[in-house]
């Protein structure tokens, strides 16, 4: 059966991490849906988690399913709060969508302690700087 299955490479997609305030430390992030496509992207549906290992124990947030509608083409949408106390967690976003009729998934992984000031870069089509995944 899996053989049958038409699975496609996923590009021009990313998920990006903004702080709310790029010079504390302490501050809520922002988490986007970017698309780099240069067509709509439609029925986004995100899966949201953490774990990770954390002082020896295994640590693990709730999942949280998210759903954009519509992303059209060089747009972003955010679409989750996240706080700093996670960044010492492994933070998955399984992201799913269909362009031009077709199903397309990845999982977006943000390594433990990689959510950090000093591996921010600007972020296409938002202007900020952020952690980005794509």
């Given amino acids: 059966m899996k053989k049958d299955l038409n699975i496609e490479e ?4 990313a998920i990006a ?13 922002s988490v986007y849906f970017v698309n780099l496509k240069s067509v709509t992207v439609s ?36 679409f989750e709060l996240i706080f700093p106390d996670t960044f010492a967690l492994n933070n998955q976003y399984w992201v799913s969508f269909y362009e031009d009729g077709k199903i397309f998934d ?19 089509l938002l202007n900020k700087p952020g952690v980005m995944v794509h």
């Fill in 10 to 13: 996923v590009k021009d997609i």
């Fill in 17 to 29: 991490m903004v702080p709310d305030q790029p010079e504390s430390a302490s501050t809520e992030w």
């Fill in 43 to 78: 029925n986004v549906l995100i899966n949201a988690e953490a774990r990770g290992m954390v002082g020896g124990e295994e640590k693990h947030t709730a999942t949280l399913r998210f759903f954009l509608k519509d992303v059209e083409a060089n747009s972003f949408k955010k």
């Fill in 106 to 124: 990845k999982k977006y992984i943000f390594a433990a302690n990689t959510i950090s000031q000093d591996r921010m870069v600007m972020i296409p």
